[in-house]
């Protein structure tokens, strides 16, 4: 059975930092694709970052280039968004998400609010 599962998020001031987790049960992140979203009150869900399955192609929405860094590491099994520089309007829930057998997967999510 495949899932994912976030952690790491929390309340950080602005200009602060977070490192979120997804750990990955059922399939091996080696393998593939890992993708970061989030979804902020009475906002649509939107991309943030993407890594593929070799690691050697990353992708960033403009909003987070410079700020964020997305990894994985296939001994742990878990992807990591490295957020950096944090600002008002990072708040949102972030999803990690996978395909795998032809089905996306999303993980539950993890809450970051970022306020003084």
């Known amino acids: 059975q495949v899932k994912l599962v976030e952690s790491g998020g929390g309340l950080v001031q602005p200009g602060g930092s977070l490192r979120l987790s997804c750990a990955a049960f059922?399939?091996?992140?080696?393998?593939?694709?890992m993708r970061w979203y989030r979804q902020a009150p009475g906002k649509e869900r939107e991309f943030v970052a993407s890594i593929s399955t070799t690691g050697n192609l990353i992708k960033y929405a403009d909003s987070v280039k410079g700020r964020f860094a997305v990894s994985k590491d296939s001994a742990s099994n878990q992807a990591y968004l490295q957020m950096n520089n944090l600002k008002p309007e990072d708040t949102a829930v972030y999803y990690c998400?996978?395909?795998?057998?032809?089905?996306?997967?999303w993980g539950q999510g993890t809450q970051v609010t970022v306020s003084s």
């Open positions: 059922g399939l091996t992140v080696g393998t593939r694709d």
């Open positions: 998400s996978t395909t795998y057998a032809l089905n996306n997967y």
